[in-house]
């Protein structure tokens, strides 16, 4: 069988090029991000398949990449299949490759919580796999980088992952986006004052999800084919056409929605909005979009979103899920978390020619191929010196094609050449 030489689909090579810039990112994360006081940890890629099988990661229970059982334990479980009327091919898996970091990290902090604080502000960054259609900015196996914090049920959890998030993408160029902010209670009281009931609230929200690209039109037709009330769906609409993306917008749904909606909701996206905008440090707009659903079914309370025209479309995410922890433990735990899309952040800056800020000088030693071990000696010695100087220094045996050589070093950020021949030190 012959080799292949491309990556599995879904998957990619990282050249030089991308890793000197997924390399900064990531420093300029944990740097950003501590000094925000979060702390960082790390899980398995694999979970039991229990854990991503527990109805709490929406569609993507769906694209899990899942793992057979070993030995004996698969021998005897392919012997039960084979004998079943109806085979269930389930049991022969007994984990999976983890889908994101909020589940993980769940049963991380159940599993460890008496020795972490509280609240516990964790920082995690690792691959994450999906067998999902690969397509611009979305890969099969990609990172994930999330900020959580974990025993806070006040709304400073939100307001302070929101900033750090916000201060990150203005350090490394970022401007002009959108944190886009709803609340998953706001979005069941629009539903139950239109007359929608609890079980229609899932259908109605992904018809909803759609509205960026089809339109108010488009989920007006969507709602209708799928047997809801015309009363209901107009009522239901009419909301999202008289509303503002602003302060004004989530008082005009209080006032409306009135005993539909829970007290202090609406406060507190006031609250949220206004604290994020008179402490941000990077030119950026928050604003209430009552349209934002956010996909996984673990969120309990506000969500938001990081919008960026030049992707067009959703760079990062998160939420309120105080719910998803007492799964594993019994008891509610207040936790809120805020995900940024590093594949697609580091893409859009491999588009802009982004060029990584350095102040270390990048020298390349050109050496001659028959170089007499003294004069290598020599040369090793010189570039020691330099690098204890802090400056980078690369040793290259010349080529043929000296020109071309040196301009594809510059592409990696040489500005300096020093040739040595054999009878030249």
Known sequence: MAMKKKPVTGMKDILPREMEIRDYVIGQIKETYRTFGFSSMETPCVEHIENLSSNQGGENEKLIFKILKRGDKLSSAVSRISEATVPDVSTLTDSGLRYDLTLPLSRYYANNANELGSPFKALQMGNVWRADRPQ???????????????????????????????????????????????????????????????????????????????????????????????????????????????????????????????????????????????????DFKIAFDPTLVRGMSYYTGPIFEISMDEYG???????????????????????????????????????????????????????????PSEKMLEILKKAKEEREQGTIVNIAIMKKNKKFQKEQMEKEGYTEFVDFFVNKL
């Open 136 to 282: 611009r900015g979305r890969y099969r196996q990609f990172m994930q980088c999330d900020i959580d914090i974990l025993g806070e049920p006040t709304i400073l959890a939100e307001i302070e992952l929101i900033t750090a998030t916000t201060t990150l993408l203005g350090k490394i160029g970022f401007e002009k986006f959108t944190i886009r902010l709803n609340n998953r209670k706001m979005l069941k009281a629009m539903a139950a004052y239109s007359g929608f009931g609890e079980a229609d609230y899932d259908s109605v929200f992904i018809t909803l999800d759609k509205m960026d690209k089809i339109g108010l039109e488009g989920v007006n037709s969507e709602l209708i084919e799928q047997g809801y009330s015309e009363e209901s769906v107009d009522k239901y609409l009419d909301l999202f056409d008289k509303v503002t993306p602003d302060a004004e917008g989530v008082r005009y749904l209080k006032d409306t929605l009135g005993e539909y909606l829970e007290p202090g909701i609406a406060e507190d996206l006031e609250t949220i909005i206004s604290s994020v905008d008179s402490v941000k440090s990077a």
């Open 313 to 371: 479309g959703s760079v990062g995410g998160g939420g309120r899920y105080d719910e998803m922890i007492g799964k594993f433990t019994g008891q509610s735990t207040p936790a809120c978390g805020f995900s940024i899309g590093f594949e697609r952040i580091v893409m859009l800056l491999l588009e802009r020619d982004y060029q990584v800020p350095t102040s270390k000088n990048k020298v390349c030693y050109l050496v001659e191929k028959n170089m």
